[in-house]
């Protein structure tokens, strides 16, 4: 009996411990994660998906909150709404342009946030009969990105919205 008291109590210990060291080390997990998911951005290709558990920790940074496009003569408006919650140090705005089933997401502007409820941009480096698509991500200040939100597609010479 005392034999399975001892092995018990080992057990037990040895679960704690492995307890404790995954949560002290969740941080520098998450960033080699991140650090793997941008190498594998890369082409890489590993048998497991870190986007997948990216997407995961990721979740948690709130998105910015409705997305909007209209055109203005010959410029896109892209609007959006600060999240409700967490502290958010600024925004990524992407653009894409839709032409067949591949879309490269490009960098188009980075936002600080000052603090408004309402951001506001104005594209000029648009051309006419191309459809475009607008992404955006919130980025907390330990530089964690949301999920991306994205536009309904717009065309500068039809102007349309979904």
């Known amino acids: 009996m005392k034999n399975l008291d001892k092995n018990l109590v080992l057990l037990i210990f040895f679960f704690f411990l492995n307890v404790c060291l995954i949560f002290s080390c ?6 080699e994660i991140d650090k793997i998911s941008k190498e594998n951005s890369q082409g890489v290709n590993f048998w497991f998906s870190p986007e997948s558990i990216v997407a995961k920790i990721r979740s ?5 909150l409705d997305l909007q496009t209209e055109t203005l ?6 609007k959006w ?16 342009e839709l032409r067949g089933p591949i879309q490269s997401w490009k960098l188009l502007e980075q936002v600080i946030a000052s603090g408004k409820d309402e951001y506001k941009i104005e594209d000029k480096l648009v051309t006419p009969n191309i459809i475009y698509a607008y992404g955006i991500v919130s980025i907390d200040n330990k530089g964690q990105e949301s999920d991306m939100l994205e536009s309904y597609p717009v065309n500068l010479k039809i102007g349309y919205e979904h």
């Open 26 to 31: 969740r941080e520098k997990l998450t960033n």
């Open 60 to 64: 948690k940074i709130p998105q910015p």
């Open 73 to 78: 003569g010959n410029e896109i408006i892209i």
């Open 81 to 96: 709404t600060k999240p409700s919650l967490g502290e958010i140090e600024h925004y990524k705005l992407y653009r894409t």
